[in-house]
């Protein structure tokens, strides 16, 4: 489990290894989101590209 919380990124996906655990946060310093539309026009085009999955 990572003991690290980042204040700035809030997240609510417990399946994400850099979920904080604790609290609805990432553990990451910065992410990355990405678009998997040409034209990203509504949040749903988005995604965060620093997921990965726990195990």
Same mark, same amino acid.
């Given at each position: 489990? +990572?003991? +690290?919380? +980042?204040?700035?990124?809030? $997240?609510?996906?417990?399946?994400?290894?850099? =979920? @904080? !655990? /604790?609290?609805?946060? $990432?553990?990451?310093?910065?992410?990355?989101?990405? !678009? =998997?539309?040409?034209? @990203?026009? /509504? !949040?749903?085009? /988005?995604? $965060?590209?620093?997921?990965?999955?726990? =195990?």
């Amino acid at each position: 489990m +990572n003991q +690290n919380i +980042n204040s700035s990124i809030g $997240c609510t996906v417990h399946e994400c290894k850099y =979920h @904080a !655990k /604790t609290v609805e946060k $990432c553990s990451l310093n910065e992410i990355k989101v990405v !678009k =998997h539309e040409d034209n @990203a026009t /509504t !949040k749903e085009c /988005t995604d $965060c590209g620093s997921f990965e999955r726990e =195990h």
